[in-house]
Structure formats: C-alpha cells, structure tokens
C-alpha cells in the first residue's frame, strides 16, 4: 500500500511539472528602432534600422509607414549575432532607407510586424529636414533662424576646427541658452569633441527684410580623427527669451533645431614623415628646465617640459626624449595646461614634469625632449627640440672583494669572534635589503597605469607606440577627459589589430571594448568616470 502510494505521488509530481512546461510562455519577441541620422538636409538619405529577436521566416511584415514629404523604402534584410558582455543576441536587422525631400519636422510613426500570431509595433520616430543650404536651420516665427559656422570647412586628420552655434533673431528679449534638448544631441561621429565656451560680442547683421541680431551662444572644438566628407553638429539648443512688451513680462523656453555643417578631413601626407610621428598637428617650441647637480642612483631628478605653440593641444601626444637606457627609469606626467581660441585655432602651453632615476652610477644623458608635428598651415612637418638633459648619478660600486687581511693575525690564526662586530654587519645588510625592496616598491607603483598586463592572455610582445598611448590613456582617464580617451583607447585597439597579437581567447573582450567605444564616439555621448575606469583596467588587463 506505501510503495502505491509513493508511486501515484511521483506520478502526480511528474504531471505537474510536465503541465508548467507545456503552459510556461515561450520568450517574447522584441523589437527596437534606430535612426542613424536625426537631421538631414533635403534631398538627403538616413537610414531607420529594425531589430527584431526571431527568426526572419517567422517575421511577417504588415505596415510601413508613409510620410508626405519623405521617401521610405526597404533597403536591406539580414541575420545579425552580437555579443554583449558575453550574452549572445541572435536575430533579424530590417533596414529602411529614408530620403527627405522637402524641408519640415517629422514623426515617423510605427513600422508593425506579426510574428507567429502576435503583432509587434516599433516606436515613433522624429526626423527634421533642413533646406539644402547647410548650417542654417530652421526658422522660428519668422523672428529669426539658428546657424552653425566653421573656422574652416577642409582641414587634416588631427587639426582642430571650432564650431559655433549661433541665434539671429529680432524681436526677442534677454535671449539666453539654457542647454542641449535630451532628444537633440548635436553628431560628432569621426571627431574627438569638447565644448567650449567664448565669449563673442553680438554683432548686427543686415537682411533684406532688416536688422537682426546675431547671438552666440556655444562652441566646440572638434579634433577630426577620421578622414572624408563628414557632417558635425546640428542638435537641438533650449533657448529662453522674455515675451511680452512690459516689465512684468513672461520668460519662455523653445528647442531650436540646428542643421548639422560639412566638412572634409584629408590624410596627412606621407611625404616627409618623420620617424617617431605620433600624429601631433600644429607648430611647437619646447624648453627643458633642470638642475645640472649630480644625484645618488635611485634618486629622482625631475625636469619640466613646457610646450608652447598653436595646434591640437587637446589630444597632443606627451614629448619624448632622443636617448632611452635601460638603466635609467623615466616617467612623464602632464601638470599644468591652458588652452585658448585666438584667431579660429588654439593656442596655449602643456607642462610636462620627467621624472628620471638612475638605476646605475655614471653620466645620464637623455639628449634633447622631440616633438615631431605636422604644419597644416606651412604643409610640412616639424620636429621641435628642447635643451639637452645631462647629468651625473653617483654611487658606490661593490667589487665582491674583501680584505680577508682584517681576519687574520700576524701568526695566520683564526680570528677573535666579536660579537658586536658581527651584530652590525647584519644590521648594515638587513638595512640594505630593506632599501632595496623600498626602492623596487615605489618604481613599481611609479610605473602602475603603464606596465599592467593579464598574464596568459597576451605573449609579451613590444608593439611600437603601445606603451606611450597606454600612458596617454591612463592620463586621460585622472583627468576625466571623455573625448580623448574614446579616441586613444579606440587607437590602441587598432594598434594591437595590425600587430597580430590578440589571440583568439581574447578577442571577444576586445571586440566588446571596441563596440563600447564606437556606441559613444559616434553616438554623440560621452563617457562618465566610472566608465573610463572600467574600460582602462580591461585594456590594461587584456593588452
């Protein structure tokens, strides 16, 4: 009677289980939209991609939307995988081409699918088509337009160009910018950006229909990292202005649309490239400042840099000395910067301080700190050198020989055992010892940010410039500067691709990395310092 019992029990166990298999829900199908541009010019394509988890003969389209004064027509249909932190995403990319053929603000409204009996809609999507004149947006009640300038419009990869946002308007009062709009991120893809903020006068400006007023209101120095034709800019400014004629009038607020500006970026010429060009763009001087005193080995000896000049001062790559010794530790750390608009290009100085310790006794010569660069204005490049650091590092040199002579007596006996004796000369070694492992301690933390490697994932292999962008990077980081580490960080990963050194083992993490990098180089946003500690321990840890 028990072992029924147990056996109906276990039946009824396996029944239910079974019953909670059948009715669970399979994974519900998702679905995403993206638009690769969010302000174009008329006569211009973007392109609206459709992510969609399922297999593509289980997609069943039913709607594309229509939209008078735009184009939309299907463009391309392919299985994608990605890997996300490890989580594999396997399903179907649906792409749409849509061409603006008049000027206006548009909302694209839901693309919807059936996928095994269940309808799937995407979310609305805005689009804003300028008039084919670039950099001039659109109007605002016939009280004025916005308008985003360039310093120039054909630069090199690596030369900074200034964009500036600009209100001409009449009518207005006591006009002000109070931010970008959340859902008008101006487009930086290809470029290092930073804002910056100048102080320019408002100036008249004389249209047909009368005097406007033309406001600035911000300004981006852009660092051009890829080359081509590109478009950068546009967005949505927040602007408040005081309506109303009387004292007590109403302060209001607005988004103004900005049409994205063009430019063309041209590759550096190979012609005349010097060895060690790390990229750098602009004219340089340098001045070394140190004392010519003499130093114990393990000591430090600290000179300071300083370049002067006008070029990319943002993303310029640290100044390195002629002479290198294995010998002789040398780490480099920016102090002290400013940087300055004057005439469309920036100008200003970067202090660097060497710190150099001598690991052995004799003359220390670095030979003169180089800054090789490109002159966009001149065509040529340019190496700019320091004075000559030289010095001398004293210390005592141990021969290994010993005056046994001290031990022995006239008679050749052996000697007197004194017990003070042998106290002090394990004192004087203990002592050395404790130095020694004092000295290895601070030159590795010294060294910390710029030696950290995982082992077993990469064989130890020097790649030229690796260790220089590293530092560079970690640097970047301190100073929580988002644009420059996006760009260094994506330069290393493409370093250590031509090199050939990242097994198979690690290419999933560095793909990873690289994907992380480009959502945020090119979608507009920018890093936060949690997330550049992050990602510089994985490099560290990976490469």
Not at 186 to 191: A, E, H, I, W, Y
Not at 238 to 243: A, C, E, R
Not at 356 to 382: C, H, M, W
Request: some cysteine; charged content about 25%.
């Amino acid at each position: 009677m028990k072992n029924t019992v147990l056996k109906r029990t276990g039946s009824f166990i396996i029944l239910c289980f079974s019953i909670l298999l059948i009715s669970s829900p399979a994974p519900a199908s998702e679905i995403n939209i993206q638009i690769d541009d969010n302000v174009i010019s008329a006569g211009e394509k973007t392109d609206i991609k459709i992510k969609i988890t399922a297999v593509m003969s289980d997609i069943k389209p039913l709607k594309v939307p229509t939209v008078n004064g735009l184009a939309i027509e299907q463009n391309n249909v392919a299985t994608l995988y990605e890997n996300n932190n490890g989580i594999i995403w396997k399903g179907v990319v649906i792409t749409y081409s849509i061409t603006g053929d008049k000027p206006g603000s548009y909302k694209i409204p839901s693309f919807i699918f059936e996928i095994k009996g269940k309808i799937l809609k995407t979310a609305e999507v805005s689009l804003i088509v300028t008039a084919p004149s670039s950099g001039r947006g659109e109007k605002s009640d016939g009280k004025g337009y916005s308008s985003n300038t360039l310093s120039r419009d054909v630069v090199y990869s690596g030369e900074p160009v200034i964009l500036r946002y600009f209100l001409i308007y009449r009518g207005l009062r006591s006009v002000e910018y109070k931010g970008i709009a959340q859902d008008g991120a101006p487009l930086f893809r290809g470029f290092a950006a930073r804002e910056f903020r100048e102080s320019i006068a408002q100036e008249i400006v004389k249209e047909p229909t009368g005097d406007f007023i033309k406001n600035h209101f911000i300004s981006y120095i852009l660092i051009p990292a890829e080359t081509g034709n590109h478009k950068a800019g546009g967005g949505k400014l927040v602007i408040s202005y005081m309506s109303g004629r009387s004292f007590l009038g109403m302060t209001e607020q607005y988004s103004l649309s900005f049409a994205p500006v063009k430019l063309s970026v041209l590759p550096l010429p190979e012609k005349g490239k010097p060895e060690g060009y790390h990229g750098d763009v602009g004219s340089f001087k340098l001045k070394a400042v140190y004392s010519i005193d003499p130093i114990d080995i393990f000591q430090e000896k600290t000179a300071t840099v300083t370049v002067t000049g006008r070029g990319n001062l943002l993303t310029m790559t640290k100044p390195r000395p002629e002479k290198t010794e294995a010998d002789v530790k040398i780490v480099i750390e920016e102090k002290d910067k400013r940087i300055d608009v004057v005439k469309n290009s920036l100008q200003g100085f970067k202090t660097y301080v060497f710190t150099i310790i001598p690991q052995k006794p004799g003359l220390v010569d670095l030979g003169r700190i180089r800054l090789a660069s490109f002159n966009p204005e001149t065509g040529k490049y340019e190496t700019a050198f320091s004075e000559v650091i030289k010095f001398s590092a004293v210390g005592k040199k141990d021969d290994g020989k010993r005056d046994r002579e001290k031990f022995k007596d006239d008679n050749d006996k052996h000697p007197a055992v004194n017990p003070v004796f042998f106290a002090f000369i394990i004192l004087a070694i203990a002592g050395i010892i404790f130095l020694v492992y004092r000295e290895r301690k601070r030159m590795k933390l010294l060294n910390r940010g710029i030696e950290m490697e995982k082992p077993g994932l990469v064989a130890e292999k020097e790649v030229p410039g690796r260790r220089q962008i590293l530092e560079e990077l970690h640097g970047s980081m301190k100073r929580g500067d988002a644009g420059t580490f996006t760009l260094l960080a994506g330069r290393l990963l493409s370093i250590l691709y031509e090199s050939g050194i990242v097994p198979g083992n690690a290419m999933p993490d560095a793909e990873r990395i690289k994907e992380e990098l480009n959502s945020f180089r090119y979608g507009g946003g920018a890093l936060s310092r949690e997330q550049m500690e992050r990602i510089y321990q994985e490099i560290s840890q990976l490469f």
